[in-house]
């Protein structure tokens, strides 16, 4: 039995606790990498995107400024173009000052790429990514629209022609050269970044959960202890309850309890005294002990009705004919005292049978003083 019940104590505690917590670690976890991670990752390229537009639009002032000085006549077109050229092939960003601008026409020719110094002046018309995507002449066809825009494509790790990679640019278009001037952002360093928060984010989980695991079990050691020193508990009183039931069962006295006016329990040896059922008492009004069950008894009701009140000024102990379901009396002493069970104020009445012994005794005592009376009666002098 101690086995079922610390079994069922261990099915209660997981679904009434160990469950809903995992439960809501369990859409923690899924909230943050199907939500957070997936909105970091894009709020990560978003800032980025704006990064190399602003980093575009930084290296076409640059060519403007030459462009104004080619307009003043202070520099010939070919000299202002070769010294724009020149200051943005050695322009670098990025941690590790590698990322880079470079020039292509609207032909498109490269005019300018510090890593591929081998296409500069060749017709990129037919050249492609490892996929397959014409990217120069996407770049040409997508800012003759509104004059920037992004294209995506795969290309060399910055300055490494062995490694491919998927890379997001940024292209605008110069008008007064033709030129169109783009720079770029790898689409690895953003999954590198979102690859960081992940890890983070997996160590962060992993230790609220082994935090909880922890104080669940260590709710369960408790809740368990305390189990088991309300089964003990129970045990102790439910042995206790049989213990007192043995003894109040075995009484040669008359028990009965009352709560709340009604009868709530009568011991063997009381319904034997009153040849009674027990359903014929339990629950019923205390004046079934002492008026009988179907017309009233004619006894002491005042007394009685003060022993079942329990009045702190109620007699101790009252003899009383007592009616038997055949019709007969028993005569008893009754006493009364008040119990308390919980929050209810109760009655014990103890019944005792006077015995023949004592009735022949009293009977005895009665018929010697009626003797005495007589014998004094023969004894007095008769008038004349």
Do not use: C
Not at 90 to 116: C, N, S, V
Not at 138 to 149: F, I, L, S
Not at 193 to 209: F, K
Not at 258 to 271: C, S
């Amino acid at each position: 039995m101690t086995w079922d019940r610390s079994g069922r104590n261990r099915a209660s505690f997981a679904i009434r606790i160990a469950l809903p917590t995992l439960l809501a670690v369990g859409l923690f976890a899924a909230t943050l990498f199907a939500v957070v991670v997936p909105a970091y990752e894009r709020q990560i390229l978003d800032r980025k995107r704006e990064m190399i537009a602003e980093l575009t639009q930084s290296a076409v002032s640059i060519l403007l400024e030459y462009e104004t000085e080619e307009r003043s006549g202070r520099m010939t077109r070919q000299d202002a173009q070769n010294e724009a050229v020149a200051r943005l092939r050695f322009l670098r960003y990025g941690e590790q000052r590698k990322d880079y601008f470079w020039i292509t026409d609207a032909h498109p020719r490269m005019i300018m790429h510090p890593y591929r110094t081998d296409l500069e002046g060749s017709d990129l018309s037919a050249f492609a990514d490892p996929r397959g995507k014409f990217l120069f002449v996407e770049m040409v066809r997508a800012v003759g629209k509104d004059g920037v825009a992004f294209v995506e494509y795969f290309w060399q790790w910055k300055d490494d022609p062995d490694r491919i990679v998927p890379k997001l640019s940024h292209v605008r278009a110069f008008l007064p050269w033709g030129w169109i001037v783009g720079t770029g952002i790898y689409l690895e360093d953003v999954r590198e970044e979102t690859a960081r928060l992940t890890s983070h984010l997996i160590r962060v989980s992993l230790g609220i959960t082994a935090a909880l695991a922890l104080l669940l079990f260590f709710v369960f050691q408790q809740s368990l202890s305390i189990e088991k020193r309300r089964s003990r508990a129970e045990g102790s009183l439910h042995e206790s309850r049989e213990r007192y039931q043995a003894l109040v069962d075995a009484s040669t006295e008359g028990i009965a309890l009352l709560l709340d006016g009604r009868v709530a329990f009568v011991n063997p040896t009381l319904l034997k005294m009153l040849d009674r059922r027990r359903e014929d008492l339990e629950g019923k009004e205390p004046s079934l002990l002492f008026e009988g069950k179907d017309a009233p008894f004619p006894s002491r009701e005042k007394v009685w009705r003060r022993l079942v009140s329990g009045e702190e000024d109620a007699p101790g102990a009252v003899e009383l004919a007592l009616p038997r379901s055949d019709g007969r009396t028993v005569e008893a002493v009754v006493s009364s005292s008040r119990i308390r069970i919980g929050t209810r104020e109760g009655v014990i009445l103890a019944v005792r049978e006077v015995s023949p012994h004592v009735r022949a005794e009293r009977d005895k005592e009665a018929l010697a003083i009626e003797l005495q009376v007589a014998l004094q009666f023969l004894q007095e002098p008769v008038e004349r």
